[in-house]
């Protein structure tokens, strides 16, 4: 599903989170993304989808702050970023992803999918079984109340 402004961040079947990016966002968007995963890294274990199809790509200066939210919350991200997934054209993610992994090379699993359920299945499988069951419990109660 795609947006077309501002960045969403929906928690609503954490600790799988799911980001989606518009077409255009303000630095001010990118700042609450940046203060929001902070909260989610320093919160307890959780994976990321990031829906980057159709969305803008981040400056080199938003880059930068992804950077300094791994280096200012280090420990919490080794202990609770389990899996990132990017979702979206491959050779733009490619070449983000070579320049974020050049100022600092993520200490959790990335991988690049051209579907949200397919990076779900792959975040999903990096979750402690205990995880898991309550991922699957959420979801499941979601479903019901449709």
Do not use: K
């Not at 902070?38 to 803008?56: H, K, M, W, Y």
Request: a positive charge; aromatic letters at 6%.
């Amino acid at each position: 599903m795609a947006i077309l402004r501002g960045i969403e961040v929906d928690v609503s079947r954490h600790p799988l989170v799911i980001l989606r990016y518009g077409r255009e966002y303000s630095d001010s968007d990118w700042s609450a993304l940046i203060t929001r995963m902070g909260e989610l890294i320093r919160r307890g274990p959780f994976g990321c989808i990031n829906d980057i199809r159709g969305g803008a790509a981040p400056s080199p200066v938003q880059r930068r702050t992804i950077a300094t939210l791994y280096e200012e919350n280090d420990a919490d991200v080794r202990a609770h970023f389990l899996a990132g997934a990017l979702v979206g054209d491959s050779l733009l993610l490619r070449g983000v992803l070579t320049a974020m992994n050049w100022l600092r090379p993520a200490p959790h699993p990335v991988a690049i999918f051209a579907t949200v359920p397919s990076a779900e299945t792959w975040v999903v499988s990096h979750f402690p079984e205990a995880l898991r069951r309550r991922l699957s419990a959420r979801s499941a109660a979601m479903s019901d109340e449709r």
